[in-house]
């Protein structure tokens, strides 16, 4: 891991999240062994199999990754290993490497499902294998046995907030189209439902979609539609899920000719989305910092690998479709705009100003003062 994503796991964790877990002792112990009896692994020698659902987003190889690494790292002395595996938006694929992470022998399993109904079946040959599995970001369906990710409806109501406040007194002036994630990803219903339950009867929704596979490429088909039946001078503003989308969809409405551009939402702080903020093209995104929710999906891992009791600051329960009272920790989220780009990820170490401010923002960057 490079100097700034230590910093990133460092001063984000440390400003946003304690998490106390009781694992956290036990990677200091002289031997690392295995009791038969349960299959945890006493000691800090744990083997943590990480399965990510997807590469189209930023976040997943420049965050998640080298973020849990770390976190495991620090938690086992040194000891842990973290056994990786992507699986590019392919649920088939996912349940193949769950097998595969069986097969390997791993003490552990963090698991964000491209599909939360597809993997409830491995998850399931985990749990009969004895390896305990923990939901990543997504809620998985199964047996899971903890759960970390964001507080997702109230990301959809900080997106839907943002977008009235871009409308102000013209929010029924005209229609408002609405891009939501895949159906496949439970937490794209939890953003919709956030959304929603801001936007409803406050705007004129003209059009709304469910994005295959959250691709840019099908937001912006979606979006060309939206245009081509409402009439470009129709649409006020934009619901984007996330940030990819909603670079997809500015670029339907630029070729479409609209202008000036209507307030698009997002969500991830993806650098090329804080870009286009910065240069007014995009309103806003959601600002999700994942040192918190990684630390907490290795401690959580850590602790189950080595058959210690999850302990955590927050007290959660969550259901799922299959799991009730699943132990979980639910990480706040920032509305990122123009206005706080240098107190959230410039602070954060997320993104250098050298990195957002290249020779094509400088001018938008030095009329923010972002410099």
């Not at 106390?20 to 690392?32: F, M, N, R, V, Y």
């Not at 694929?93 to 109904?117: E, F, G, P, R």
């Not at 997809?248 to 209507?262: C, D, E, F, Q, R």
Request: some cysteine; charged content about 20%; proline content about 4%.
């Amino acid at each position: 891991m490079n100097t700034r994503m230590r910093r990133v796991a460092v001063a984000v964790a440390a400003g946003t999240m304690a998490v106390s877990l009781a694992a956290c002792g036990s990677a200091k112990e002289a031997g690392d062994k295995t009791d038969t009896a349960s299959g945890a692994v006493k000691g800090g020698a744990v083997k943590v199999g990480l399965l990510l659902p997807e590469n189209q987003t930023a976040r997943y190889e420049k965050f998640d990754k080298p973020l849990i690494e770390k976190a495991v790292k620090d938690l086992t002395a040194g000891k842990g290993e973290v056994v990786y595996a992507n699986a590019k938006q392919d649920a088939t694929t996912q349940n193949s490497q769950v097998d595969t992470m069986i097969t390997n022998k791993v003490n552990v399993l963090i698991i964000d499902a491209v599909d939360s109904k597809a993997i409830a079946g491995s998850v399931k040959k985990a749990k009969e294998a004895g390896i305990p599995v923990v939901a990543y970001d997504r809620l998985a369906e199964g047996p899971i046995d903890a759960y970390t990710s964001f507080d997702n409806e109230e990301v959809g109501k900080v997106q839907g907030k943002a977008l009235l406040e871009a409308l102000g007194a013209k929010a029924k002036d005209g229609q408002i189209v609405m891009m939501n994630g895949s159906v496949t990803d439970p937490n794209a219903a939890l953003f919709k439902k956030g959304a929603h339950s801001v936007l409803d009867g406050n705007v004129n929704v003209g059009k709304e979609y469910d994005t295959v596979e959250w691709k840019p490429e099908n937001a912006n088909t979606n979006m060309a539609a939206a245009l081509s039946a409402l009439g470009k001078d129709k649409v006020i503003g934009v619901y984007s899920a996330n940030d990819g989308m909603a670079g997809g969809i500015i670029t339907a409405l630029k070729a479409a000719g609209v202008s000036p551009l209507p307030p698009v939402t997002g969500q991830d702080a993806e650098l090329a989305g804080v870009q286009r903020i910065v240069a007014g093209e995009q309103f806003m995104s959601v600002y999700k910092p994942y040192a918190p929710e990684a630390e907490a999906a290795a401690k959580m891992a850590v602790a189950l690998a080595q058959g210690e009791p999850i302990a955590t600051t927050a007290t959660a329960k969550v259901d799922s479709p299959t799991t009730k009272g699943v132990p979980s920790l639910l990480i706040p989220v920032v509305s990122l705009t123009k206005a706080n780009v240098k107190d959230t990820v410039v602070r954060d170490n997320v993104y250098t100003i050298d990195e957002i401010c290249t020779d094509k923002y400088a001018a938008a960057c030095a009329a923010i003062g972002l410099k």
